[in-house]
Structure formats: C-alpha cells, structure tokens
C-alpha cells in the first residue's frame, strides 16, 4: 500500500498537541470580540467622562458618558480581555513545549513553507478562503489517518497551489482592506524574497524556486458578469490575478476537510482542502485528460491510488454515504 503508520509515541503526543492547537483557536476566536480597547476621556470643558471604544484601525466610538451602567460594560470589558489574553499566552507557552515535543517524536514532515503561509493566512482573517489543492492536500490525510505514505517522490513539488472562493470575494477583499494588505505583503512576512512573477500574475516564486500559485473556478455569478476581469483578487492593478483550471470547478464544491499537519520541526497550522474521497475523483479524472503531461498523469494515477487506499485502510467512515 506504500503507507507507514507513524507508531503510537508519535501518535499520542499528536493528539496531546492537538487539544492545545485547537484550545488556543478558540481563545484567538474569543479574543477576536475584543480587540482594541475601552477607556475615559473627558468631554470638553463640561469635564463629563464618555467611555470609549477604541479599534485596531484606530477607530474610536463613544458607548455613552459615565454612569453605573458603563462602568459595569468597562469593567467587563477589561476583565474579559485580561483573561483570554492571559489564556492566549498560556496557551502559547504549552504550544510551545509541544512544538519540540513534535520534533523530539517526528510527528510530522509537512513542509515549513505550507505551515508558515497556512498560519500567516489565519492571522490575516482569510484563512476560510483558500482550500490546499494537488499534492500538498496529501499532508491533511497523513495527519488525520496517522500514517506516512512510503514513496516520498509522491509528495516531492515545489509549489503549492490555493484554490480561491471566488465566490466569497467581497468578503475577502473586505477582510484585506481592514488588514491593509495584499497577498504578496502577506507572503513577503513568511519569506521576504517571495515576488510576483510578470508572465503569470497569479503567481508569486522565492528566491529557492518555490512557487504560490492561486487559482479559482469559473464563475456565472450575476454579480460578476459585468466585471471587466473578475478574477482581479483585490482593486490594486498591481498584485494577485487567480486564474481559472480545468480542475478547479470540481475541488470548489468538493466536501471540505480540515485538519492539522505538523513540520519535521514541530510547527503546527490547520489547512482547508477537499476530502480526500473527492481528491482521488479529482486526480483520477485528470490522468484521463489528454493534454496533461504526461508524467504528471503518471504521478495522478500514483497518488490516486495511493490515498484511495490510505481512506480504505484508515478513514473507511469518509466511504459511508449519508442519507436524509
């Protein structure tokens, strides 16, 4: 079957580091409600004190003058965010000790690369847009299944590639305004030397040749038929143009899958793909397709193969249809 079970140290110290991972995106989520700040400020030469609502963007919105009943939201304000900050950092430390509990035990191999653009796109808010596609998808079935396939040449790429949610694009360019910033500038925090490629606009390649590709499904929205080009990523003529693949429209309404992969140096990121029942489907499909190269047919046929085993052996619940 050419699939390594990763042996139960391994194992246990996954989930132990799991239930910390998952713990500390709960306390980010909770801490989402109070970014910012509250403080006093007088009003004037009334000297009346307003309570204030600060934002990240330097925002501010006056909650009303002060009374009992806004220094209770103060005080439950402060109090609130003093304890999930405190959680955030606990939690961070524990992290931590796991992270080099992970590498101590080999926990996982999935590239540092994938786990720092994973993590840079949660921070950024605009993770849910994205879903891992082709082979760096192989990682999230690893991690869920706990096994290693054995041919490593199955995994060997040097690119990732991003299906975008085309369809969610005001949502995303939304969240990017608030961020004040672009995908190259995100990609840039991970590996500076990361630019945009001039004969592909929907790629950005590293200095070492690595490349990010972003790509989306063809769309027949009535609110981007009158677009002059609506697979611009943001309004800015200068950054990220997703171009459509034959495979895309496939894998964008495939069944989600979610999971958390691990780097030979025990950093962890959760990634959005498709289920591994749909990658098969997916690769299948593309080995038959006449104008693919043909040895990328031949390592479709492979990886095909491969996890279809991997979900038979390890994830049979994936096969198990659901009824209404």
Known sequence: MGLIEIGDSARRQYINALSVFTALEEAR??????????YWKKHGKTHIEYLIRTQTDNSQKSIGPRSSETEVIYEKFTSSKNTIDSRIRELLKELELHRRLNRAVLVGRAPQMLIDILNIFSRAGIAEHFKVIGTHAI???EAVAGVRIEKEAVLETYDVDLLWAIDKKLKFQ???KFNETSMITLLKKVDSTFEMREDQRYTAVNSKGFEVDIIHREISNENTK??????RMTTDVNNFIAVKASSAGKLQGALPFTSVIVSPSGYMARIHTVSPVEFVKVKKWLSTQPDRDPIKRSRDQLQAHIIE???SEYLPQLLIKKTT
């Open 29 to 38: 989520k909770k801490a989402a409600n109070f970014r910012g700040g509250m």
């Open 226 to 231: 009158n677009e002059s080009n609506p697979s």
């Open 309 to 311: 085993n991997l979900v």
């Open 139 to 141: 990682y999230a079935y």
């Open 174 to 176: 939304a969240q990017m």
